[in-house]
């Protein structure tokens, strides 16, 4: 498995987080199974995202588990697509998954990119016990005891943030938070904000 050959790779003090895979969040018409090849059954294709309560989801939720565990991963991130709206039909789909999977000892990061009420978010976090997801510079975390962070870079992902986003996210990260940039410029903007960290310290 490749996840042990990472693990075996990184640093013993090098921390992975994981992103759960797209068949638990995104339908199956999404773009991302198409660039990650995968095939979908025909007549299948409705039992695919949205934490639907079918066993290709929570197939999908086992096979995640077994990569967070192999990396030794504390955190899984659930991020859904703009399309994954506050609805009846999500809301208890989420309650049913989150409530019916074997957990473990993880901690769970929602990230919300549909329309979503905040008292929504507030309280499906607080029920589930899941860190609210965001990007500081857009918008606050509404609930969670550490931040989980992931800086996209606006439309097409090609804003690279200024030093003055990078302060303003430092102040932001209080005295712990995971920070990931997701930005065509990712690279770069991390290794700024390390700097700006070690400057602070």
Not at 6 to 15: I, T, V
Not at 130 to 139: A, Q, T, Y
Not at 153 to 175: F, K, M, P, V
């Amino acid at each position: 498995m490749i996840s042990q050959k990472w693990r075996k790779e990184a640093p013993e003090d090098f921390e992975f987080s994981l992103k759960a895979w797209q068949v638990i969040t995104h339908l199956a018409s999404s773009p991302t199974y198409r660039k990650a090849g995968l095939q979908i059954p025909v007549g299948k294709e409705i039992n695919y995202g949205f934490f639907k309560p079918s066993e290709e989801v929570f197939e999908a939720w086992e096979k995640t588990r077994d990569v967070a565990q192999a990396l030794k991963a504390n955190i899984i991130v659930f991020q859904c697509p703009a399309k994954f709206i506050e609805s009846t039909e999500n809301i208890a789909n989420m309650r049913y998954f989150f409530t019916n999977m074997d957990r473990g000892d993880f901690t769970f990061a929602w990230e919300p990119r549909g329309e979503w009420n905040d008292d929504v978010i507030t309280a499906l976090c607080q029920d589930l016990d899941l860190i609210h997801c965001v990007n500081p510079l857009e918008g606050g975390m509404l609930h969670g005891g550490i931040g989980y962070f992931r800086l996209h870079g606006g439309y097409n992902y090609r804003h690279q943030y200024t030093d003055d986003e990078l302060a303003r996210l430092w102040e932001l990260s209080g005295n712990k938070a995971y920070v990931l940039f997701n930005n065509i410029s990712m690279y770069d903007d991390a290794l700024r904000f390390k700097e700006l960290i070690g400057s602070k310290e």
